[in-house]
């Protein structure tokens, strides 16, 4: 992971955006983390990333950790069934 002022980054993005493809880059203000730049392997690793990030995905895995806490749980045909996959 690298760590890199905002104004480096401003003169050089299309550099680390090559960076961000090995490794994280971490963005600075003021020497304190603002943003972080990851690259992407395939161009559909944005879909995962915009899932990841989504407030309702994120609830949806917090139901089901507690779910599965108290024993419950779906089954993967289920699952799929849910999210059409």
């Known amino acids: 992971m690298k ?3 905002i ?9 680390y955006l090559q960076i ?4 994280s880059v971490i963005i600075t203000r003021d020497g304190q983390p603002v943003g972080v730049l990851i690259g ?3 161009a559909e690793d944005w879909w995962e990333e915009l899932i990841l990030h989504d407030p ?3 609830a949806e ?3 089901a950790r507690q779910s599965l806490k108290q024993g ?3 089954s993967m045909e ?3 069934a849910r999210y059409s996959l």
């Open 3 to 5: 760590q890199v002022p």
């Open 7 to 15: 104004d480096e980054i401003k003169n050089d993005l299309p550099g």
């Open 20 to 23: 961000a493809e090995r490794e």
């Open 40 to 42: 992407l392997e395939d």
């Open 56 to 58: 309702r995905f994120e």
């Open 61 to 63: 895995i917090a139901q």
């Open 72 to 74: 419950k749980g779906i």
């Open 78 to 80: 289920e699952m799929k």
